[in-house]
């Protein structure tokens, strides 16, 4: 729970990691753009109940949600996903104040931009690295890849929509883990099922659980009870999803040259799919012979 709430992960055992790693839950024990979401619409739902018309409330509200934002990323400790949630976050907030329309992919690269600035060697953090591209391969994907199957029942739906999610994530990050993880888990999309939901409810019970505990104690046991009943029951399922037969490929060493190769695929296939022109998919094609060829070349040396 700590892990989930609070990105600190020194207690759990090498059983549990090993386990959300195998089946490509780990993204959800690093506090990211999904707990400063939670954080963020839960200080707006709060603030939003103050009912006022003076111009001077909108911008408190605002300033308010943005130091709300930011004290849970210092609370967290920091990490290179809470910064980048945390500073686009500011930004959206910052622009629905002003009641501008924000471009997702100018904010994205702002927040990068002023990360950068304040730090440069956040460039060559794995953690940094592997969010922006989650969240990229999200905004562009996600739609995309929905739009694909329309399911009329509203649980098939919002399964789909879990889905589609975690493999617009996975089209983006999957050079990176290849790359630095040398596997690849093929039930990732299942494990999405399971931890997004719960991430959804251990966040909410957490901050409960904290308030509770100094305000009306009683109540913080029963809470503590639900809050270790949804923790254990998302364990039992993710090491159910890591014992299903065949659910990871290992031994994967691919090259830097490979890596911007399949980058260069993975951007062709975009473009293909933003211009409507069958080139880029000849051209990421191409890109993908060059990584077979470098994988070939290689295990032949």
């Not at 934002?69 to 210092?74: E, H, I, N, P, R």
């Not at 501008?100 to 990360?115: D, E, G, M, P």
């Not at 060559?124 to 999200?138: E, R």
Request: with cysteine; aromatic share 16%; glycine share 8%.
């Amino acid at each position: 729970a700590s892990a989930l709430i609070l990105g600190a992960k020194g207690d759990l055992n090498a059983e549990v990691k090993n386990a959300y790693a195998n089946t490509g839950a780990t993204h959800v024990l690093a506090v990211s753009g999904l707990h400063v979401g939670l954080i963020c619409g839960f200080l707006y739902f709060v603030l939003g109940l103050v009912k006022s018309l003076d111009v001077r409330w909108k911008w408190i509200k605002t300033f308010l949600v943005i130091i709300g934002v930011w004290g849970f990323a210092l609370l967290t400790g920091g990490s290179p996903s809470v910064l980048r949630a945390a500073t686009m976050f500011s930004f959206l907030t910052f622009g629905l104040a002003l009641n501008r329309h924000t471009n997702i992919y100018n904010t994205l690269a702002a927040s990068a931009f002023v990360l950068l600035l304040i730090n440069p060697f956040l460039i060559v953090d794995l953690g940094f690295q592997l969010s922006y591209a989650a969240l990229t391969g999200i905004v562009f994907f996600q739609r995309k890849i929905y739009k694909l199957w329309i399911i009329d029942n509203w649980f098939g739906n919002f399964i789909w929509t879990l889905v589609s999610v975690s493999l617009a994530a996975q089209l983006t990050t999957l050079p990176l883990t290849l790359y630095y993880f040398h596997q690849f888990p093929i039930y990732f999309w299942l494990s999405g099922i399971v931890v997004i939901p719960a991430a959804t409810l251990i966040l909410p019970l957490g901050l409960l659980l904290f308030g509770s505990t100094l305000l009306v104690p009683f109540i913080a046991s029963a809470i503590g009870w639900v809050l270790l009943q949804v923790v254990s029951l998302t364990n039992a399922l993710i090491f159910l999803i890591q014992g299903l037969p065949a659910g990871l490929i290992s031994g994967i060493w691919i090259s830097v040259l490979a890596l911007f190769l399949l980058y260069a695929a993975v951007s062709c296939f975009a473009m293909a799919l933003n211009t409507k022109k069958g080139q880029w998919i000849l051209y990421s094609l191409l890109a993908l012979f060059f990584v077979s060829s470098n994988y070939a070349f290689t295990a032949w040396q």
